[in-house]
């Protein structure tokens, strides 16, 4: 029999120990993109921490030009609210992959700057934003996790570039259980991050598949290729680049080259 695991706010707060993640659940049938939900929500300051989730999403976003695509009930797919956050965004971005690596699997890595990897292919993918709201901006923490998706289900491009919990763990992940993990994660590592940088750097050096690796990426329209010989929490990537000297690229204007 086909297991069900339709989203419950009330199996997710079921239990749920967080400050300030998850302070109110939302669960929609359906949405454009949840992201966009979630910049209306912003706009009341009682809706810090707000979580919304959508069984699917018609006009999901990815980074840059991308699509997010997903079939109904297949995804983990959240937008969470946060209007108070003072991190800025690089660390912010590095906290967010840490998170959800952690709350999806032991196994699980980091490609910088939100792809969260497992055995080599994309598990999840994650989309910041900023977004206008009474006050100033909001941050606006997109997160789309591969649940239930089989080997064949994912376009003939993604076939060897993409994968989902299930595959990869050979079982069924339940996606209130793991809707639960990720907010108790993103909780944690967010307070972690405001008193303790240090901690977040030496964390994301643990789980990077970059790190000590040759990368090639694009900044601003131009290519560079250097070894990634670490994290800066306000720059971004640190490349020794090939050409000489050591350069760092931020996450909103780099791209990752293959
Ligand atoms: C990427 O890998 O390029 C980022 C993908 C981010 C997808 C999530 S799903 C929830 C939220 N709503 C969106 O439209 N996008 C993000």
């Given at each position: 029999?086909?297991?069900?695991?339709?989203?419950?706010?009330?199996?997710?707060?079921?239990?749920?120990?967080?400050?300030?993640?998850?302070s109110k659940?939302?669960?929609?049938?359906?949405?454009?993109?949840?992201?966009?939900?979630?910049?209306?929500y912003a706009k009341d300051k009682t809706n810090e921490g707000l979580?919304?989730?959508?069984?699917?999403?018609?006009?999901?976003?990815?980074?840059?030009?991308?699509?997010?695509?997903?079939?109904?009930?297949?995804?983990?797919?959240?937008?969470?609210v946060l209007s108070e956050e003072?991190?800025?965004?690089?660390?912010?971005?590095?906290?967010?992959?840490?998170?959800?690596?952690?709350?999806?699997?032991?196994?699980?890595?980091?490609?910088?700057?939100?792809?969260?990897?497992?055995?080599?292919?994309?598990?999840?993918?994650?989309?910041?934003?900023?977004?206008?709201n009474r006050k100033g901006f909001s941050?606006?923490?997109?997160?789309?996790?591969?649940?239930?998706?089989?080997?064949?289900?994912?376009?003939?491009?993604?076939?060897?570039?993409?994968?989902?919990?299930?595959?990869?763990?050979?079982?069924?992940?339940?996606?209130?259980?793991?809707?639960?993990?990720?907010?108790?994660?993103?909780?944690?590592?967010?307070?972690?991050?405001?008193?303790?940088?240090?901690?977040?750097?030496?964390?994301?050096?643990?789980?990077?598949?970059?790190?000590?690796?040759?990368?090639?990426?694009?900044?601003?329209?131009?290519?560079?290729?250097?070894?990634?010989?670490?994290?800066?929490?306000?720059?971004?990537?640190?490349?020794?680049?090939?050409?000489?000297?050591?350069?760092?690229?931020?996450?909103?204007?780099?791209?990752?080259?293959?």
């Amino acid at each position: 029999m086909q297991k069900s695991d339709r989203l419950d706010p009330d199996k997710m707060l079921t239990g749920l120990k967080t400050k300030r993640i998850g302070s109110k659940i939302v669960v929609l049938e359906s949405a454009a993109s949840t992201n966009d939900i979630a910049a209306e929500y912003a706009k009341d300051k009682t809706n810090e921490g707000l979580a919304i989730f959508a069984e699917e999403q018609t006009a999901g976003r990815g980074r840059g030009a991308n699509r997010w695509y997903s079939d109904k009930a297949d995804s983990l797919i959240v937008s969470i609210v946060l209007s108070e956050e003072k991190l800025n965004t690089e660390t912010l971005s590095l906290t967010s992959a840490i998170a959800t690596a952690e709350a999806i699997s032991d196994t699980a890595k980091i490609k910088w700057p939100n792809d969260v990897i497992m055995n080599n292919k994309k598990v999840a993918g994650i989309l910041l934003e900023l977004k206008p709201n009474r006050k100033g901006f909001s941050y606006i923490l997109g997160i789309g996790i591969n649940c239930h998706q089989k080997a064949g289900s994912f376009p003939a491009e993604l076939q060897n570039a993409a994968t989902s919990i299930d595959i990869e763990n050979g079982s069924f992940i339940d996606r209130n259980i793991l809707a639960k993990r990720l907010l108790t994660s993103i909780d944690h590592w967010l307070e972690t991050a405001k008193q303790n940088t240090e901690e977040v750097i030496e964390r994301w050096r643990q789980l990077s598949i970059q790190l000590g690796h040759r990368i090639k990426l694009v900044f601003d329209g131009k290519s560079y290729c250097g070894n990634c010989i670490g994290v800066d929490p306000q720059k971004g990537l640190v490349l020794q680049l090939e050409a000489g000297g050591v350069r760092m690229f931020d996450a909103a204007h780099t791209s990752i080259a293959g």
